[in-house]
């Protein structure tokens, strides 16, 4: 006789037994968690700052005033909730890509000269392109050796080049007629 119908009533069983071990649709169920209030969540520090595809279409805008230091440079952008440049960012070249990323502030001085006033981006400079002539700090020569300063060069005429003349001919050098055998 086969063990078939063995294990299958003993699968039957076991089945019937689970069912009924299951608890009732009705009965005792754990109490639910309290809900829990959520506090509101303060303003993203992502919806003050503008998208950076906004500054990079900006800065594309503007690029020609950018002074470069390094292939580096920092511009603030104007915020239309604060009406002020109150957003700061560093901009990376790198061949003809630019890379930017948000700074906490600038770290060179504003060029004040040469920007458009209703520009939406001030651009920073070095210390020295930024300060007037007056004020930059010009290195004094050493006490003990005399500025020199260089000569102008010298202007000297060219002189004519010999005319090209081919070398005579040497009837010695000719080649022979061909001989026939």
């Given at each position: 006789?086969?063990?078939?119908?063995?294990?299958?009533?003993?699968?039957?069983?076991?089945?019937?037994?689970?069912?009924?071990?299951?608890?009732?649709?009705?009965?005792?169920?754990?109490?639910?968690?309290?809900?829990?209030?959520?506090?509101?969540?303060?303003?993203?520090?992502?919806?003050?700052?503008?998208?950076?595809?906004?500054?990079?279409?900006?800065?594309?805008?503007?690029?020609?005033?950018?002074?470069?230091?390094?292939?580096?440079?920092?511009?603030?952008?104007?915020?239309?909730?604060?009406?002020?440049?109150s957003n700061f960012f560093e901009v990376l070249r790198s061949g003809d890509r630019l890379f930017f990323r948000s700074i906490p502030k600038?770290?060179?001085?504003?060029?004040?000269?040469?920007?458009?006033?209703?520009?939406?981006?001030?651009?920073?400079?070095v210390a020295e392109v930024s300060q007037p002539l007056s004020e930059r700090t010009m290195p004094a020569p050493l006490p003990d050796q005399?500025?020199?300063?260089?000569?102008?060069?010298?202007?000297?005429?060219?002189?004519?080049?010999?005319?090209?003349?081919?070398?005579?001919?040497?009837?010695?050098?000719?080649?022979?007629?061909?001989?026939?055998?």
């Open positions: 006789m086969s063990m078939v119908p063995s294990w299958v009533m003993l699968g039957f069983v076991l089945g019937a037994f689970f069912v009924w071990a299951l608890p009732e649709p009705g009965g005792k169920l754990p109490p639910s968690p309290a809900p829990v209030e959520r506090a509101p969540e303060p303003m993203m520090l992502a919806s003050r700052l503008p998208r950076l595809t906004d500054v990079e279409a900006v800065f594309a805008q503007w690029d020609r005033y950018a002074i470069w230091e390094n292939d580096v440079t920092e511009v603030a952008y104007w915020s239309e909730e604060t009406r002020s440049f600038l770290t060179r001085p504003l060029v004040k000269r040469g920007v458009e006033a209703h520009s939406p981006l001030l651009f920073t400079g005399p500025v020199e300063r260089p000569l102008p060069p010298k202007i000297v005429a060219p002189t004519p080049l010999p005319a090209a003349v081919p070398p005579p001919l040497d009837p010695t050098l000719s080649p022979s007629p061909p001989t026939s055998r």
